[in-house]
């Protein structure tokens, strides 16, 4: 998240010598509260994720709210993309094309009004982490019906969405934002990150109060908040729907049960399908728990409302963010395992109502060869230690100062690599179409964050590149084998692999051959399909039928995606 500072600042870790398998070692001594087991469609999920601000601008007229200005330093102040604009790459089947089946944006909620001045610069919020107000879409990215209408859109497209939800802070202090009371916040001390009590209670800089989640007693609302709800001709009604929350699960009214309540009105009223969670190991592993059992509860009365809106009936869905996941022997932190080690204690977060976590350790171990890669990635998820639960991989992200490709001079095999590897992918926007990570005169963050430039789409070599994206993600949308199945090599070269998936009613299996010749070729299918199969090849769109143990495929390509036609 953008308060953390830059994990360019971290990179001191060789990337070649990342071990190769995701984790591995010792277990938690948490004790379990509801462990969960993955949905296989999570862990084959391609989730789009997006800087609201910097994906798309569909309303000119919501770029400046609050009097900001555009006097930031470089990629640090608001630009202008929203919701509508979001809204409108679904309707135009941006999406749909690419094979995405989630979406992942960043918060939408009210952000504080005024700026920071720190060492990277005069910075607005624009990236949604520094919250003023959990209960209103802030106007520089639209409105709750803008919002509405995403969701819903979504929705008929097939597509499921994750809110960013925050719990850890508020936004920092400035000229126009005065700090919450004390019984809600803590100013100190400064994160050292060497022990669970200075991972938790503390803040993550100098100038981002932390939310006492600990808190056991009740504290008031806020006289800012109150006053604010005034002036929006709304205190009444916030106040009854928390007198109601309360009433009916018996909380005490402590800063934690405030936001719970706040995010599921999210959940209920709109409908959302799951949240990412941000700065995870910064808050007591029990309140996302809460926050779970809660969203669960609000998911399910929006579904039972909204019948014929609904795209299913499964659960609500949580991924978090527990910086440094994945990354075996990266300075103290992860010290193997699915549990996070603090030094003095380590937390199962899968216990506590997480079903995946954010992969931070993709973008290394993807240097490693596809086999290797693959073959350990299928091993922790199958029989190893992450058996049961998920893994959500990138190779760029918002905040993570080591991207797999920083330069896009290995675009293709970037893309291979993520949308082929165990676990569920998630593109990080503009990805596919090889959206620059490195601007000039931008400082920390902010050089992963420009604004997408969709003229680059005229270029045929981006178009080229973009059609990749698509064949890999409409493979895996159409076979949850890719991302869910037992990985298995069946020839070293050519490269050529099977998944298979049989869980929870799912079952699917999948070839999948790269460095073929191109032209007229003929691909032995290994017994994992029999003579008669009528097979399609994702990649270049032909349909080819098992004969003789084998299929003909006549293309320009390298690669063929082999699957049943869905």
């Given at each position: ?303 039972q409302n909204q019948a014929e809106q609904k795209l299913d009936d499964k659960d609500f869905f949580m991924v978090g963010e527990v910086m440094h996941f994945g990354i075996d022997g990266f300075g103290d932190t ?172 799912h079952s699917d299996k999948v070839l999948v051959a790269d460095g073929l010749s191109k032209g007229v070729k003929s691909l032995p299918v290994f017994d994992v399909f029999s003579d008669g199969t009528v097979l ?31």
């Open positions: 998240m953008s308060s953390y500072k830059f994990l360019s600042l971290l990179a001191t870790v060789t990337l070649l010598s990342t071990p190769v398998e995701i984790i591995a070692g010792t277990e938690s001594d948490s004790k379990p509260v509801t462990p969960t087991t993955i949905d296989p469609f999570w862990n084959n999920a391609t989730v789009y994720f997006m800087l609201t601000d910097r994906f798309n601008n569909g309303d000119h007229a919501n770029d400046l709210a609050f009097s900001r200005q555009r006097d930031g330093a470089v990629l640090r102040d608001f630009m202008g993309g929203d919701l509508k604009g979001i809204t409108e790459k679904i309707e135009e089947g941006y999406f749909s094309a690419l094979g995405v089946n989630v979406i992942w944006m960043t918060p939408f909620i009210e952000q504080i009004r005024g700026f920071i001045d720190d060492e990277w610069g005069k910075t607005y919020a624009y990236h949604g982490y520094w919250p003023r107000d959990w209960t209103r879409v802030d106007p520089n990215f639209g409105t709750a019906a803008d919002l509405k209408a995403l969701v819903d859109t979504a929705h008929r497209h097939g597509i499921r969405l994750l809110m960013d939800v925050i719990i850890n802070h508020t936004g920092p202090v400035t000229a126009l934002d005065a700090q919450w009371p004390d019984d809600w916040v803590r100013t100190g001390p400064t994160c050292l990150w060497n022990s669970f009590e200075l991972n938790v209670s503390c803040t993550l800089n100098d100038n981002l109060p932390d939310v006492l989640t600990e808190k056991d007693t009740a504290v008031s609302l806020p006289p800012f908040l109150l006053e604010k709800w005034a002036k929006e001709g709304r205190v009444e009604q916030e106040q009854q729907e928390l007198d109601a929350f309360f009433a009916r699960t018996g909380y005490a009214r402590t800063p934690r049960y405030y936001i719970v309540k706040w995010l599921t009105d999210w959940v209920r009223d709109y409908g959302f399908d799951g949240f990412r969670v941000d700065t995870a190991k910064h808050v007591e592993a029990e309140v996302w728990q809460e926050l779970k059992q809660e969203s669960q509860l609000a998911l399910s009365e929006w579904k992860v010290k193997g395992g699915r549990a996070y080690d603090y030094g003095d204690k380590q937390v199962d977060f899968f216990d506590y109502g997480f079903e995946s976590l954010i992969n931070m350790g993709f973008a290394a171990h993807a240097h490693q060869s596809m086999e290797d890669l693959f073959s350990s990635y299928s091993r922790s998820l199958n029989g190893g230690p992450l058996e049961g639960h998920g893994v959500l991989n990138y190779i760029a992200s918002h905040d993570d100062g080591a991207p797999f490709d920083p330069t896009r001079e290995r675009t293709f095999e970037a893309a291979t690599k993520l949308m082929l590897a165990p676990g569920a992918a998630q593109i990080y926007y503009g990805d596919e179409i090889g959206r620059i990570l490195q601007v000039k005169k931008a400082t920390g963050d902010a050089v992963l964050r420009s604004f997408i430039d969709w003229d680059t789409l005229n270029d045929p070599r981006t178009q080229k590149l973009l059609q990749h994206w698509q064949k890999l993600g409409i493979f895996r949308q159409q076979h949850p084998a890719v991302g869910a199945g037992v990985h298995q090599q069946l020839k070293a070269v050519p490269y050529i692999f099977k998944r298979t998936l049989d869980r929870k009613g399609k090849d994702y990649y270049s769109g032909q349909s080819v039928t098992v004969k003789d143990g084998a299929v003909e495929v006549n293309s320009a390509y390298s690669m063929i995606l082999l699957g049943e036609s869905l």
